[in-house]
């Protein structure tokens, strides 16, 4: 990605007979760039989708992405607004379904118990960033009933202690109007028609210092983290395609 105009840069190509592209590599990035793509015209079209703040995720090495739990639809917007691909958990029960279990494991779903940051979670999560990966985690551990947000699990502190990566704090909006976690079927908001309640946008905050955090005692990092994430679901909601 080009840094300082947004562009995607092409793919290096090398006369160097030594440079092997591996080809399982390759694919697996093509798949989950392909599945990008779709994902984001579908809730551009559909949802009148807005992101910011997508060069404040680190191009390398690992880090630790916090997000709000509005709707399912959650991975897949941060997955969209993100540059890097991702590795997040998801409920084991979601792997029933042997296609739709083969789908989330190529776009690197890691199956857990439970949603949030139980002790399975945790171990995953580690994992992935000691090998430099970046992780989306949803500390709330459950999506929201009513469209706000809801106090952070423990559970997030003590990965944030082990990990000490850097957290970047994404704010989601809209997506609770667009899929409730009472309804089956998503309303829509097409771009090319007058907007509705169902409008989502993404905003993504400048990293936060994991070693600090770290520090700091449960309730005030809880409290702490909380606002941060607050902060930017905010801006995602004031980013939003308004009525």
């Known amino acids: 990605m080009n840094e300082k105009h947004g562009e ?15 080809p399982s590599s390759f694919v697996s990035s093509a ?27 680190p191009r390398g090495g690992p880090a630790l992405l916090v997000a709000n739990h509005q709707s399912f639809f959650d991975p897949a917007l941060v997955g ?29 779903a890691l199956p857990v118990d439970q949603e949030g940051v139980a002790k399975e979670g945790l171990k995953a999560i580690l994992a992935q960033l000691k090998a ?7 500390p709330e551990g459950e999506r929201t009933p009513d469209g706000s947000m809801v106090a952070f699990k423990p559970g997030v502190q003590l990965l944030i202690k082990r990990a000490r990566a850097p957290i ?12 409730p976690r009472t309804s089956t079927l998503p309303h829509l908001s097409p771009l090319f ?22 520090e700091l005692p449960r309730e005030r990092l809880l409290t702490e983290l909380f606002g941060e994430v607050k902060k930017v679901a905010d801006r995602a909601e004031r980013l939003r395609r308004k009525l």
Request: charged share 20%; proline share 5%; net charge positive.
């Open 8 to 22: 995607r840069s092409p793919m290096p190509v090398s006369t160097d007979s030594s440079f092997i592209l591996h």
């Open 193 to 214: 028609l007058p907007a509705e309640k169902s409008t989502v946008a993404v905003s993504i905050g400048r990293p936060l210092d994991g070693r600090r955090f770290a």
């Open 80 to 108: 969209v607004a993100s540059p890097r691909h991702l590795r997040y958990l998801a409920r084991k029960t979601l792997f029933r379904h042997r296609a739709f279990a083969w789908l989330i494991r190529s776009l690197h």
């Open 168 to 179: 970047i704090p994404i704010g989601i909006a809209g997506a609770f109007d667009a899929l």
């Open 132 to 138: 430099g990966q970046a992780v989306l985690v949803f």
């Open 31 to 57: 798949w989950y760039e392909f599945c990008r793509g779709l994902a984001f015209s579908a809730f551009a079209i559909g949802f009148s989708l807005r992101i910011e703040g997508g060069r404040n995720i």
